[in-house]
């Protein structure tokens, strides 16, 4: 019986041991040492004299006679921090890639006393200060994480300076290779031959160890940046407070202009079609004149069909505002509204407390809209939506299990459903990887 061998497997490394190998050569970890490199001096020179001026016009404010020097100081210190804070963010975005946002520029108050207030109270200013400042222990560490590079490469390189500058030591030589560690790392010599390639030895795990020191350094520094160098929590909150609500003022423009285009186009069309059939009507039945009952007919049936279709598109038209499934709940509204799709939809509901009605509204439309895209252009056979609350949060999830793809702008009207869910404090969340399947999660809070 002739047994066929089974071919050999062949072992991989695995990730981790792949990405610790390879993180002394990555385009990521060089810009991260240039960061720590460049960020030292940068950072002691303007730490140091930012904590000079700050010291001084605190000394100066406490003195009443030089109280308006020490304000003028702590002023001029507060712009200085706002200029250092600025070559940080750009040295981040130019070497890491690292974009944050800038913070809002300064108002000054009216007059000279409302403008030093306005001035002592920037609180843009003082964050700024208390990076530079903090960029002082921060720059140090950043100097030590480069001192693994250093060091390693310096280690790297013995049986070369040793070929060059100097004869390899024998065995019992009493002339050794230097052994450098940015940690003690036994004594400052090693009087050995295998000093050198103990050297070699260390150099190389330094060096593979660097990278992770210097992204530990840098992480913490991005962290300081977000936190101090951008915008405040309050500046971003009114930033996107002002963002949703010029989006919801353009959903309702874009919300009128649609219905009277529709009111202009559709039923305003049918009605003047049926006042011209009644005055058609009305004319035919002038009595001086013989009557004409098959012509009567044909306008009051063509009357009463224009008047039909005027009614069903201002129905169309009223459920497109607000569908009247919604009165008696949001579970009936998307009840009805999965019992008229042409994909099966398996409808999971649990909402023990009813939101408002702009937030039911929001979710309504959202699930039409994700239930449209499944028809149009997921090539799904079956889908799914749960409405669960959760948190606090009402969460609307649609499941298809369709081709995959989708994303916002690719004309699948997501990028419309962000928008709207924003102007409440909502998110949403899409996940459609090729070949499918798709979820997207929509958050909403229970009131607006």
Known sequence: MHVQDSPRSVARPSPVLSAVLRAPFTRRAWAEAAYCLIGFPLGLVGGTLLTV??????????????????????????????????????????????????????RPGGGF???????????????????VLAKLPVGALGAY??????????????????????????????????????????????????????AVLVGAVTLLCAPWVTRLVVAGDLWLIGALLGPGRLADRVRDLEETRALAVDDSVALLRRVERDLHDGAQVRLV????????????????????VGRIRK??????????????????????IHPPALDDGLPDALATLTARSTVPVRLSTDVPVRPTPAIETIAYFCAAELLTNVIKHSG???????????????????????????????????????????????RIDV??????????????????
Request: no cysteine.
């Open 380 to 426: 799904a056979r079956q889908a799914e939506i749960g409405v669960t609350l959760r948190d606090g949060l009402l969460r609307l999830q649609v499941t298809d299990d369709g081709r995959g793809g989708a994303a916002a702008g690719t004309g699948s009207g997501l990028t419309g459903l962000a928008q709207r869910v924003r102007t409440v404090d909502g």
């Open 431 to 448: 996940h459609s990887p090729e070949g499918g399947p798709t979820t997207v999660t929509v958050e909403l809070p229970l009131r607006a």
């Open 299 to 320: 306008l009051v049936d063509g009357a009463h069909r224009n008047a039909t279709e005027a009614l069903t598109e201002l129905r169309d038209l009223a459920r497109g």
């Open 113 to 131: 006393v409302g403008r030093v207030d306005a001035r002592l109270r920037d609180g843009t200013g003082w964050r700024a200060a208390s990076y």
């Open 273 to 292: 079609a049926v006042a011209m059939g009644l005055d058609m009507i009305k004319e035919g039945l002038v009595e001086e004149q013989p009557l004409d």
């Open 145 to 198: 994480a480069v001192l693994w590079w250093v060091t390693g490469l310096v280690n790297l390189t013995a049986p070369l300076r040793w070929a060059v500058f100097g004869q390899q030591p024998e065995p019992g030589d009493p002339d050794g290779m230097p052994l450098l560690t940015p940690i003690p790392f036994g004594g400052p010599h090693v009087d050995t031959f295998a000093g050198t390639w103990l």
């Open 53 to 106: 001026v700050l010291a001084l016009g605190a000394g100066f404010a406490l003195s009443l006679v030089l109280a308006v020097v020490g304000a003028l100081l702590l002023i001029g210190g507060l712009r200085l921090a706002r200029g250092l804070g600025g070559v940080h963010r750009w040295l981040a975005g130019a070497l890491l890639g690292v974009r944050t946002t800038t913070p809002p520029a300064f």
